[in-house]
C-alpha cells in the first residue's frame, strides 16, 4: 500500500483479556517500529525489528508485551493479561534503512487501545 | 539516556505571525532529528529530517536547524495558517542501524484567525 496500515483502529477491551494489534509497513521497508502514546505522554518506544536481525526489545515494559515479524512485512504486537495502564495509542512506523537513504520513519494512523 | 524536551508546551497565536518552536536534547551523539506533525485521532506526518552533518533543512514555509554541538534544534514556522494547528514533535535517533526515535513531549500550536 501507499502508507504504513494498523488495525483495528480502535480496540476496547476488559482488563485481563489478550488484545493483538497489527501493523503493516510500507513494502520495502527493512525497518519496523512499534511506539505507544499514553494520554497527555511523548511517545514511548517498544520494540524495533531490523531485517533478519534480532529485535530490539528494550522498550517493552513487561513480558506481558511481545510482538513478532513476518520477514520483512507485517508485525503483531500482543498484550497479554491487559491492565488499564495499558490504554494507550500504539503506533507503528516503518523506514527505508541503508546508506543511501534518509532513514525518515513513516507512521501509521494508530491503534487506540482502551483497557476498561 | 537520551533526553528530549520542547518549549513552549503549547502556545496560541493569530494567523499570519511567524514563529519558533525549541528542542533540546541530552545526548549530542545523534545520527539525525526529525520533525513530526501530530493531528488529533491521527498519526504522525514527518515534516523535516536533519542528518547530524547538516545544519538546517526547508521545506515550503518550514525551516528546521540543528546545533548538535548545543543540543539544540529549532523549527520556524513563516506565515502562520490555522491549518498549521496540530501538535509538533521533535525526535532524536542514535543511528540508521540502531532504530528508535527518541521523543518530546509536543508542541501543541494553535493559529486562529
Known amino acids: 500500500g501507499a502508507g504504513v496500515s494498523q488495525s483495528p483502529s480502535n480496540k476496547v477491551t476488559e482488563k485481563g483479556k489478550d488484545v493483538e494489534l497489527r501493523c503493516d509497513p510500507i513494502?520495502?521497508?527493512?525497518?519496523l517500529y512499534w511506539y505507544r502514546q499514553r494520554l497527555g505522554q511523548g511517545l514511548e518506544f517498544l520494540i524495533y525489528?531490523?531485517?533478519?536481525?534480532?529485535?530490539?526489545k528494550s522498550g517493552l515494559p513487561s513480558d506481558r508485551f511481545s510482538a513478532e515479524r513476518t520477514g520483512e512485512s507485517v508485525s503483531t504486537l500482543t498484550i497479554q493479561r491487559t491492565q488499564q495502564e495499558d490504554s494507550a495509542v500504539y503506533l507503528c512506523?516503518?523506514?527505508?534503512?541503508?546508506?543511501?537513504?534518509?532513514?525518515?520513519?513513516?507512521f501509521g494512523p494508530g491503534t487506540r487501545l482502551t483497557v476498561l | 539516556k537520551q533526553e528530549v524536551t520542547q518549549i513552549p508546551a503549547a502556545l496560541s497565536v493569530p494567523e499570519g505571525e511567524n514563529l519558533v518552536l525549541n528542542c533540546s536534547f541530552t545526548?549530542?551523539?545523534?545520527?539525525?532529528l526529525q520533525w513530526f506533525r501530530q493531528d488529533p485521532g491521527k498519526g504522525l506526518t514527518s515534516l523535516l529530517l536533519?542528518?547530524?552533518?547538516?545544519r538546517e533543512q526547508t521545506s515550503g514555509r518550514l525551516n528546521a536547524s540543528l546545533d548538535k554541538s548545543s543540543g539544540r534544534s529549532t523549527l520556524y514556522i513563516a506565515a502562520s495558517q490555522p491549518g498549521d494547528s496540530a501538535t509538533y514533535l521533535c525526535a532524536v535517533g542514535r543511528g540508521s542501524t540502531l532504530g528508535r526515535l527518541y521523543f518530546g513531549r509536543g508542541t501543541q500550536l494553535t493559529v486562529w484567525p
Open positions: 525489528f531490523q531485517g533478519n536481525s534480532a529485535p530490539d
Open positions: 545526548d549530542s551523539a545523534i545520527y539525525n
Open positions: 536533519i542528518q547530524s552533518s547538516q
Open positions: 512506523a516503518s523506514s527505508l534503512v541503508s546508506p543511501r537513504s534518509t532513514d525518515t520513519q513513516y
Open positions: 513494502s520495502g521497508h527493512t525497518a
